[in-house]
């Protein structure tokens, strides 16, 4: 038997022995018959001693039943808020499915008047998978300032997408919110300063994800630089903006919208052999067209077309590629050289279909009075369904250019943008060199 149970069996045998064994006596008996007045009434002891146990044994029972009672109640409302909470739990799941499955109305019926963050968020989504962007940014605020949600806080982001400080403000908190795992924040607000152009704070957050451990996209470093630099270019010296150029090729030597902007400084300045010589070397290095489409331009604009061709000539001598065949053939054509034109262009249209050289071809040929082959150029030219204008592509994406630029607009790649003739790979026929 326990200890607790031998105490209590021998707490009751006291209370009971006791009173038992003083009553047993017949002058305790008198005893207890004795009066007395108590409150203008006439009691007993024993009536007394009766009375007091009752009270002492009613005060507690009632102390302890209203207690049950709350607890009671309690209870109760802690059943049906778990019964909510549950009923809730599964609108929830439901409302997720039918996000799943594109019924975003049906998903936000569902959740519509919860408040926990996680019913916020999926109303939320509900709202802007219907398009309905102004009632979803305060729902994502909400889950994301209250909730602790990172993914509201992503969403909130691309809700604020393009309004500038709104949208770097929630980016910004996500980063600091968890740094160790925050690397899609620091993209995403690096997408911003980009739109923004805010050359110098992109720089900043790749420096920052370096110093944090996470991997950086370290290939952008040299197209913020350069567009750093360049956009300080009208306000700086040109000695200030040459160094810039100078230390973003030192770590990127094959940068060609640092090199091209290096040349285009040393022309302003009049430093023009510096220059040609930059636009040669860079295009040693790299084969971009757009390093001859500048020398050709200056000389142009200079009325010197012969310096032009020298040029080409003498890159023809070095290296007979289809881009430098096809820019020197292009030049005659513009300058009415139509024999010397043809010379360089028909061997290229050999090798592969490339629209401009088929449009320049059939119009030389027309005037040259053979119209059966000016037909089969412009018919393959039209099988071929190209703008003329688009002689560029992007090497990342496809897209045609009517010129180069440092970075295409479709994809937003810097430094991928070539001629369509640097594309061919194949041999052209030899031809006897040319010497100046």
Known sequence: MKPKTVLIILAVTLIVLIPYLFIRESQNQDLLMNQFIYLGYEFSVLQGFVLTLIVSVLAPCLYFTVIYMRLLKRNRALQKAENDSGSQRDSRREAAVLLAHGMAQQALDKVSGQEEPEAQLLAARANLALGNEEAAAPLLAKAFEEGGSDEAGYLLAECYRGTGTAEVDVLMRLTARSPDKARRAYLMLMETYERNANWKGALDLVAD???????????????????????????????????????????????VPA???????????????????????????????????????FYLDQDRPEDAI????????????????????????????????????????????????????????????????????????????????????????DTRHAGWSARCE???????????AARVKTELPAQAPLYY
């Open 310 to 397: 020298q040029i080409y000539r003498q890159l023809l001598v070095k290296h007979d590629t289809p881009l430098i065949r096809y820019k020197l053939g292009k030049l005659y054509y513009q300058l009415e050289m139509l024999d010397e034109s043809l010379e360089q262009l028909e061997p290229l249209a050999k090798q592969q279909d490339l629209p401009p050289v088929l449009v320049m071809l059939a119009e030389i040929k027309a005037r040259r009075f053979r119209a059966e082959e000016a037909l089969e150029d412009m018919l393959r030219f039209a099988r071929k369904q190209q703008a003329l204008s688009g002689e560029y592509v992007c090497e990342n994406c």
């Open 259 to 297: 090199n091209l902007g290096l040349g285009e400084t040393y022309l302003v300045s009049g430093a023009m052999e510096k220059a040609f010589r930059v636009f040669e070397q860079a295009f040693e290095n790299t084969g971009n067209p757009a390093f001859l489409d500048r020398l050709e331009r």
């Open 410 to 420: 479709h994809c937003g790649y810097w430094d991928r943008i070539t001629h369509l």
């Open 209 to 255: 994800m370096r110093n944090k451990g996470m991997d950086a996209p370290e290939h952008k470093v040299p197209a913020y630089r350069y567009e750093w630099v360049r956009a300080q270019a009208a306000e700086l010296p040109p000695k200030k903006t040459i160094e810039g150029y100078q230390q973003i090729l030192k770590e990127a030597p094959h940068f």
